[in-house]
């Protein structure tokens, strides 16, 4: 009963709340196939019990499909990480949580938002462009690739007010 119930749920909209602790194991598999470099489950608890960080998440039935994830500190924020499920990109849900968010932080009092972003990836360089980062500075060699090539980091910002 429970599986249908969940199965019946997974098929809908994806819903965007926000996440805390218990979302931890979801967010770091996810992270883990988004990104060459994983973060631990314990990595994300510690962080997401931490009173300065925000983050949301979308989420159908028990499925994870998204998250992001951001560090306040005074007026200024720094997101750390988003990812969606591979399965669920290109519909607009990185968008979706990443408006939400910054509504979040500017409710919270950010006034600017930082992130770094690698230069070769065109779906993040879009979804950022979009909400109005503008690159403030860049930092060559930062990402280690595959095969040992490096990539730039671009470091990105945008106001709040
Ligand atoms: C980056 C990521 C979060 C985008 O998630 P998504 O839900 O597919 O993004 P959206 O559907 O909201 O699309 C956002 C924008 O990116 C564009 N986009 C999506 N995939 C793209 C691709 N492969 N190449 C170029 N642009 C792309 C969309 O067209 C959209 O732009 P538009 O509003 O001008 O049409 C997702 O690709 C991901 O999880 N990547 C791996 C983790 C990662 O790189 N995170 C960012 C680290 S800084």
């Known amino acids: 009963m429970m599986r249908w119930i969940n199965r019946l749920f997974a098929r809908g ?4 709340s926000e996440a805390g602790a218990r979302d931890a194991h979801a967010i770091a598999r996810l992270h883990g196939i988004s990104f060459r ?4 489950d314990g990595e994300f608890e510690r962080l997401l019990i931490e009173r300065n960080v925000v983050a949301h998440r979308a989420t159908r039935g ?10 306040l500190a005074a007026n200024e924020a720094e997101i750390l990480s988003v990812a969606v499920s591979p399965s669920r990109r290109g ?21 600017a938002v930082f992130l770094e972003v690698d230069e070769d990836n065109a779906a993040a ?7 109005g980062f503008q690159e403030i ?14 990539a730039t980091a671009l470091v990105l910002r945008r106001d709040l007010v």
């Open 37 to 40: 470099r994983g973060w631990s």
């Open 91 to 111: 519909n607009g849900l990185a968008r979706a949580l990443l408006n939400l968010h910054l509504r979040r932080l500017a409710g919270l009092g950010a006034q």
């Open 13 to 16: 909209e994806p819903a965007l």
């Open 137 to 150: 500075a860049r930092r060559a060699g930062y990402y280690q690739h595959a095969g040992g090539n490096t």
């Open 62 to 71: 028990r499925t994870l499909d998204g998250f992001i994830l951001s560090r």
């Open 125 to 131: 360089r879009r979804l950022y462009a979009r909400a």
